[in-house]
């Protein structure tokens, strides 16, 4: 409860949410963080289908790096969603530290305030390690360009079929239009029916950039932190406890003329956690279909008035009315998806990237860090070697 009053004392609705909470929400969420802090005490980073189903992981935190000069952290997606009114899928990020050394290497300046966006992108290609840091390591060679089945054509859309119809302007997700609810049609996520239709990968352009301030002090993130550590929990892995409870698990050096070493970006939880439908109820749109003998991509708007399509005009918007109800065609091979594919299998093996965010001028967009996504299990022995972790400068 004290989590939670937390969180709502830092929130102005409407949040997440439409309305304030009722009584029965409020229960909700409380039951959602004794359930998150339960998984913590018992150190289970697998998914388990008592829990919500499948929970796919990206923890930052490079195995090998200095770790007063190391990213750490974690962003965690799973089935949630508004309880009682429709499902979605959830993001919600923990205890992720920047060196402010990484920063100023990589954005090129240290501001009071920063922010940064951050991304779902198509691949990951370390064939070594599940997290890496800095512009070259994260940058498209390794993590690729913006995952977009939907083909929603920023200028960082990873579908190649934004530059075979040469649509590379027009893109305007926005958190202030982006709705997570599911439509009647499911149309919501392709450009022609709703001109602010996002990328399925664009997490800060759906819900906001990442905030941060000055990591001045080392921290407990949890009211439970030291009953955890009394029984062992910072000891076990996967590294959520640790990551959670600098101060109890003992994880801080103290220097009291310390210099501002690191940046903490606030967590995303409970009502502050991001959510999307993640899906292409139409189908993926490739290159294959737009190119296809038989007809290519149709689609229909309904309007009022009605608005039809064929092949590359199918990506820009029907220029007539947004959000529109309509239908999509394509022929040949389109893969159709809800909420990121049965068991999220959507996300795994992609990559998350944060960026250098809007506070940077000059170096916004640039690659900061990023780590691939999968089971806790299998990153948490990548990213945080077994045995205690090293202790966080502050």
Known sequence: QAIL?????????????????SNSMMLTEIAQVLVFMIGIASAVGVSDPSQGGARITAVFGPAGVDRAKSVRGMIQFHIGGLPGAFEAVNWTTSGITIPASLIMEVCGSLPEEQKFTYSINERWDHKA??????????????????????????????????????????YRCEPGYFDPAPDAVGGAAYRFFNEHACELGDLSGMHGELQSGFAADCIDQDAQCQGLAQRGAC?????????????????????ETSAKRFVALRSLTNTTAGMAQMSAPFGTIRSRSILDENGGILCTANGPPTSHGVGCACLGH????????????????????????????????????????????GGEGRPLFCARLGELGDLAADAVPPGRPGPILV
Not at 9 to 16: E, L, M, R, S, V
């Open 129 to 170: 390690q599940a997290s890496a840091q800095g512009a070259q390591h994260c940058g498209e060679l390794f993590t690729g360009r913006r995952w977009d089945p939907s083909a929603a054509c920023s200028k960082r859309s990873a579908n190649p079929t934004c530059r075979a119809c040469n649509v590379n302007s027009g």
């Open 235 to 255: 000891k076990r892995p996967p590294p959520e406890t640790a990551l959670a409870c600098q101060r109890s698990c003992d994880m801080c050096v103290r220097h």
């Open 318 to 361: 029907n220029g007539r009315r947004s959000f529109s109800g309509g239908t999509l065609q394509t022929h040949g091979e389109a893969e159709a998806f809800r909420l990121a594919g049965p068991g999220l299998q959507q996300l795994r093996g992609r990559s998350v990237v944060v960026q250098c965010g809007s506070t940077f001028v």
């Open 5 to 21: 009053a937390h969180e709502l004392a830092d929130c102005q609705w409407p949040c997440a949410y439409t309305s304030p909470p």
